[in-house]
């Protein structure tokens, strides 16, 4: 059984940080590109970054480029997401996503999805 399973969430005040992680077992995603969506209340959810399967490429939305940091550690088949300068327009649940051949933006393209990890940001 293939679960991806997100940690590192929680409450920060605006300006601070926060890493997230999000572990695969069930199956190596190595060969797979990985991304980040969130979803804040009564919103759709929607792209954050992407990542290749070498990490030689990696996609951000407009909203956070030049503050969250996408990454990966194949040996561990894991993604990770560093979020500096914290917004509180940042706050939302925060999914990781595996499954597919290239990067994608699209909710769609992914077939694998994590349970989602709670991000609140005060002002």
């Known amino acids: 059984q293939v679960q991806l399973v997100e940690s590192g969430g929680g409450l920060v005040q605006a300006g601070g940080s926060l890493r997230l992680s999000c572990a695969a077992s069930?199956?190596?995603?190595?060969?797979?590109?990985m991304g980040w969506f969130r979803q804040a209340p009564g919103k759709e959810r929607e792209f954050v970054a992407a990542i290749n399967w070498s990490s030689s490429s990696t996609y951000y939305a407009d909203s956070v480029k030049g503050r969250f940091t996408i990454s990966r550690d194949n040996a561990k088949n894991t993604v990770y997401l560093q979020m500096n300068s914290l917004k509180p327009e940042d706050t939302a649940v925060y999914f990781c996503?595996?499954?597919?051949?290239?990067?994608?933006?699209?909710?769609?393209?992914?077939?694998?999805w994590g349970q989602g990890t709670q991000v609140t940001v005060s002002a």
């Open positions: 996503a595996a499954g597919i051949a290239y990067p994608s933006t699209f909710t769609h393209s992914y077939n694998y």
């Open positions: 069930g199956r190596t995603f190595s060969k797979n590109a």
